[in-house]
């Protein structure tokens, strides 16, 4: 699938799942069947943990359709790295969104500020350097702290030595940024 075709196809089952019209798409026995015997997932989603943006349901998408990498504040580490480079690599998925999202907890945590315990602290760590781009700028710093942290994963993504970088250099793959209103079921491309 082309990558252009690849978004059309997220945007369509957003359009459908927004209008209470979704077709739950491969969903059968049968697509159970003819995934078991391997994948090749159109589009990979970074995205928020959070239980209220499940990808394959805000997308209308079924089974083996998205390679879905999901962390609190849909921060990306060395392991999601890897897991974006083998979806690429050997599943020949060309289409990565990294989907933030409204109300996002780890991102209110960060803006709030104070102890954060545990390993908790490597996720405010993660999405600091987005608030603080977004302190300046007007509107609501939440969301505006979401959208920046999209906007740094994507530049993470982007610029990851050797494998990521070169293959968008040469236009094999595409990494978007995009934004989910959780209270209207929108994806935004940002």
């Known amino acids: 699938m082309k990558i252009d075709d690849a978004m059309q196809k997220l945007i369509e089952g957003n ?11 491969n969903q059968t026995t049968d697509r159970r069947a003819e995934v078991s015997k391997g994948q090749k997932p159109f589009a990979i989603i970074v995205g928020c943990s959070d ?4 990808p394959e349901i805000i997308f209308d998408q079924g089974l083996g359709d998205l390679f879905v990498i999901r962390v ?11 897991s974006i ?4 690599g050997h599943l020949g998925t060309e289409l990565v969104v990294v989907l933030g999202h409204g109300k996002c907890g780890a991102v209110s945590a960060t803006v709030q500020g104070g102890e954060a315990h545990g390993h908790i602290g490597c996720i405010v ?7 603080e781009k977004a302190k300046n700028q007007s509107g609501d710093l ?10 740094l994963v994507v530049n993470r993504i982007s610029n990851s030595k050797p494998i990521l970088s070169e293959l968008i250099e040469n236009k094999k793959i595409k990494i978007a940024g995009a934004y989910y209103n959780i209270e209207t079921g929108i994806v935004e491309i940002i």
């Open 125 to 131: 760590n993660a999405i600091a350097p987005a608030v």
């Open 51 to 54: 239980s209220r943006i499940p």
């Open 85 to 88: 480079e083998y979806a690429v």
């Open 15 to 25: 359009k459908r799942f927004t209008a209470s019209g979704p077709i739950h798409p």
């Open 72 to 82: 609190a504040g849909n921060i990306v580490d060395d392991v999601a790295l890897g």
């Open 142 to 151: 939440i969301d505006n702290a979401i959208k920046a942290n999209v906007e």
